[in-house]
């Protein structure tokens, strides 16, 4: 995950934590340990968030534009984030696919 990425895009937004806590419906304190690495956001999380920035999940939290060296990421920490991006979405795809099903009637 690339919190620092998170606050920047808030603070292009004009967005405090607060605002954007509340946008997401979540708290303060939730999106202060994000940004500070304290905690890693639940794929609703991600999603909310997202949501109340207006952009996509992996321009916030899976930026693959960063020059991971400049920006201090070792590579055990760039091969996670990989894999969670994959898993989201596998995890979209797999949704889509069953609201599809059942929409057919199955």
Same mark, same amino acid.
């Given at each position: 995950?690339? /919190?620092?990425?998170? =606050?920047? *895009? #808030? %603070?292009?937004?004009?967005?405090?934590k607060t605002e954007l806590? #509340?946008?997401?419906?979540? $708290?303060?304190?939730?999106? $202060?340990?994000?940004? =500070? !690495?304290? $905690?890693? &956001?639940?794929? %609703?999380? @991600?999603?909310? @968030? /997202? !949501?109340?920035?207006?952009? !996509? &999940? $992996?321009? @916030?939290?899976?930026?693959? =534009? *960063? =020059? !991971?060296?400049?920006?201090?990421?070792?590579?055990?920490? +760039? %091969?996670?984030?990989? #894999? @969670?991006?994959?898993?989201?979405?596998?995890?979209?795809? *797999?949704? +889509?696919?069953?609201?599809? +099903?059942?929409?057919?009637?199955?």
């Amino acid at each position: 995950m690339n /919190s620092n990425i998170l =606050n920047i *895009v #808030r %603070k292009n937004r004009g967005m405090s934590k607060t605002e954007l806590a #509340r946008r997401a419906g979540l $708290s303060r304190i939730t999106i $202060s340990n994000i940004e =500070n !690495h304290e $905690s890693n &956001p639940t794929q %609703k999380t @991600i999603t909310a @968030i /997202s !949501h109340a920035l207006e952009k !996509h &999940p $992996s321009e @916030i939290f899976f930026n693959m =534009n *960063v =020059n !991971h060296e400049e920006q201090g990421v070792d590579w055990m920490t +760039y %091969k996670w984030k990989n #894999r @969670i991006l994959a898993l989201f979405f596998i995890n979209q795809l *797999v949704m +889509y696919g069953l609201i599809i +099903y059942l929409l057919k009637g199955g």
